[in-house]
Structures are given as C-alpha cells and as structure tokens.
C-alpha cells in the first residue's frame, strides 16, 4: 500500500480550525473579548481512542498602562468516534500575568519539556474570530 492520500481522507486543516477548536473558541470569548487578544498559541492537537484534545495559550491585554498580558490556558477534549460523538469537555482558566516575550519562551520550553516535535504555532485572533 501506498503512502498517498486514499479516496477518503481529508485534507489537514489549518491550526486552530475544526470542531474541537470552534468550540474552545466560544468558551474563551466568553472569559475575555476577542478584541483584546494578543497572540493565541495552538498546541498540536493529539487524537486518541475516538477522543481527539487540544491546548491553546491565549494572551490578551491587560490593564492600561502595564506591558503585562493576561494568560488563559484552554483545553478541550471532543469525542469524535461512537454514539457520544460531538460531545466535548471545554476548560478555559487564567494562569498567568506575564510579559509577551516571556510568554513566547515559555511557549518554546512547554513543547521542549513535552517532546512536541514542533513548538505551539502563534497566530493572531482572526484564526477564531472575525473582524
């Protein structure tokens, strides 16, 4: 058998997209106004035993006048196989107050700890929510 993509696969999707990340989407919209997002950092997600999990770090701006950022960590967990299909855990809890370039190291030194082949991809609102 081939390596090559079959008749039913799927394409990847972009970071940060599918039904797992909408859903944590809203539940952090909830916590913090997505005008006031910084920087999301997206954790590959993992899928296991029909449940797929992922993780983001979400800075947002904090007080006026401070360079610090509010960091959120967000988890979800989607089942995606059986007749619980659909069905999800969303976590979203405030961790941090910290300066954006501690921020990003600490991003790199997480996927360092964790053996993650590949560092959380940073991007920018507009991968969850519009305008």
Not at 4 to 20: F, I, N, V
Not at 60 to 84: H, N, P, Q, W
Not at 86 to 102: K, N
Request: proline share 8%; aromatic share 6%.
């Amino acid at each position: 058998m081939g390596a090559g993509a079959g008749a039913g696969d799927r394409p990847p999707l972009e970071p940060g997209r599918g039904p797992g990340w909408a859903k944590l989407a809203e539940a952090v919209a909830l916590r913090v106004p997505p005008s006031e997002i910084e920087t999301i950092y997206l954790f590959a997600p993992w899928k296991r035993e029909g449940r797929e999990w992922g993780t983001a770090v979400v800075a947002c701006r904090g007080t006026e006048g401070s360079d610090r950022l509010r960091v959120y960590t967000a988890r979800y967990m989607l089942i995606v196989r059986g007749k619980e299909r659909g069905q999800s855990r969303i976590e979203v809890e405030e961790t941090a107050l910290s300066p954006a370039d501690v921020i990003a190291r600490v991003m790199q030194a997480a996927a360092e700890r964790t053996g993650d082949l590949e560092p959380p991809v940073a991007v920018g609102p507009a991968v969850w929510y519009e305008g």
